[in-house]
């Protein structure tokens, strides 16, 4: 009898530890329940619809083509909103090269952009674009003409060699902010070859060939202030060749 009975105290004890485990276990999913109610209670609830948005860093996109491009819309909740797929929303644009979100509860959505900086603008079968440093057509400008920068003039940019030292040339000619000074600064000959590159500035024109474009730029400025004080009618100026400068007037030509 007393050996049954200590058998039963045993059992007892051993069950214990199991019915702590048992509640520890459901006081846990209790816990892990009201937790997952309270996130989807605040993820429905209006508190946090968002509401406002604040665009920093943009001067080529505005505040609605941002949020277009976000693909993000007024009134959904801000809990819920994944910054990770927005981010990569937004960066599909070529306009944008870094963002970052910052959520501000209970309703505000703060963004802020770097964008890719345009060196030139692309002029071609009718429609101007916008070029950035590498030659990635950045968008279309629907507005009127930038006058700080300067114009690459094409049929068609086929010529991969030629352009890319089109968008050099009006790197350097941004750079030195000659562009700024004057209304228009155009780029041709694209299509010819690198070695065919023009440039007319202020009703000159010069055949500036591929590289060495400061030396060259130096040389022509040097050169249209004598021509300015001389009063001649240029065709135009080859700067090609690194050991002369050929001057092409209406009538004859002068070397």
């Not at 948005?53 to 609605?64: A, F, P, Q």
Request: net charge positive; hydrophobic share 40%.
């Amino acid at each position: 009898m007393a050996a049954r009975k200590r058998r039963k105290r045993k059992s007892s004890k051993r069950n214990m530890p199991r019915r702590a485990r048992l509640l520890k276990f459901a006081a846990l999913g209790v816990i892990l329940l009201s937790v997952f109610l309270g996130v989807w209670l605040l993820a429905k609830s209006s508190l946090f619809a968002l509401r406002d948005i604040d665009v920093y860093g943009n001067k080529y996109l505005s505040k609605g083509e941002v949020v277009r491009l976000m693909g993000v819309i007024y009134g959904e909740n801000l809990i819920s909103l994944p910054s990770d797929e927005v981010v990569a929303m937004l960066s599909e644009s070529k306009w944008v090269r870094e963002v970052s979100l910052r959520k501000e509860y209970p309703g505000r959505l703060v963004v802020n952009i770097e964008e890719a900086v345009p060196q030139a603008l692309l002029q071609i079968r009718g429609e101007t674009y916008f070029v950035d440093g590498e030659g990635n057509v950045l968008g279309k400008l629907n507005d009127d003409p930038v006058q700080f920068l300067p114009v690459i003039v094409s049929d068609s940019a086929r010529n991969p060699q030629a352009f890319r030292e089109a968008v050099n040339l009006a790197g350097v000619l941004k750079q030195k902010g000659l562009a700024t000074e004057r209304n228009r600064i155009e780029i041709s000959g694209v299509e010819k070859g690198p070695e065919e590159l023009t440039m007319n500035i202020d009703g000159l024109t010069a055949k500036v060939g591929q590289g060495d474009y400061e030396e060259k730029l130096r040389r022509l400025f040097e050169l249209s202030d004598e021509i300015r004080r001389r009063h001649v009618h240029v065709k135009y100026v080859d700067l090609r060749f690194s050991n002369s400068v050929i001057v092409k007037p209406f009538k004859e030509a002068l070397e």
